[in-house]
């Protein structure tokens, strides 16, 4: 093991809507970054958010802990967020 932080949800922000499509793209270059490096791995998502068929959506897992994230994307006027589940 490196000394790297132990785990990612420690540096990971709960996000409650992406106030910008640039906002947005940035954010899913990041979370793109951090599968790349293993600290995430997306899995299969397991309840939609809030029961819709329309939101587009992703489910990542921490490889430290285990612990599962959500984003889902942003569909006017609801503008996306990035959770725990
Ligand atoms: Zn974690």
Redesign the pocket.
Known sequence: MDSKIE????VLEEINGFHSINEFERFLVYIYNLVNDTDLVEIPVEIKYGGSNILQEKWYK??????KWRLVYPDFPFEGLWKEV
């Open positions: 785990c990612i949800c420690n921490c490889s430290g802990c285990n612990q």
